[in-house]
């Protein structure tokens, strides 16, 4: 099984007010219940996956090899483990280029399956884009607060 994610909202929160994600390292933290979740996965038998739209590349806030190694960063700190080049994706153009991989469209999602070489997977998002990519890309979605089984939206 492939668990793929996506990123801000659903794994990691900006620390910078009223930034929606991190541009730079320091600038994230881990949202609730994350780790201890993924501890209980066991990834020798199963897959992580990352799907995530940096739109912030395209507006100049950060460079495409920043939001790969934050990523990374962030895998690793949720998981304890380095992530397999290929399983994460992202999509660096501004929400209004109308590109082939920004969620809500399933293209990273395809991208990761095929990595695998498996569509045994499942999405977890936190916003209505994530639903619509899972969707489209065929496969079963869950809601990062009910994952992560959240009382309140962190």
């Known amino acids: 099984m492939i668990y793929i994610f996506d990123a801000d909202g659903t794994l990691r929160a900006s620390t910078v007010p009223s930034q929606p994600c991190p541009n730079r390292t320091g600038e994230w933290k881990l949202l609730p219940n994350v780790k ?14 990352i799907a995530s ?3 912030g590349i395209a507006l100049g806030y950060l460079n495409l090899d920043t939001a790969y190694q934050l990523c990374c960063d962030m895998v690793v700190e949720a998981t304890g ?28 999602l395809e991208h990761i399956m095929r990595f695998y070489g498996t569509r045994d997977a499942m999405m977890i998002g936190d916003m209505e884009s994530d639903r619509l990519a899972a969707e489209a890309a065929g496969i079963p ?3 990062a607060a009910d994952f992560f089984e959240w009382q309140a939206r962190p």
């Open 141 to 143: 979605f869950r809601w």
């Open 81 to 108: 483990r380095w992530p397999p080049t290929g399983c994460i994706q992202i999509c660096p153009h501004a929400p209004d280029e109308g590109c082939a991989c920004r969620k809500p469209k399933a293209l990273m």
């Open 53 to 55: 739209n940096q739109g």
């Open 36 to 49: 201890k979740t993924l501890k209980k996965i066991d990834w020798s038998k199963n897959h992580i996956g």
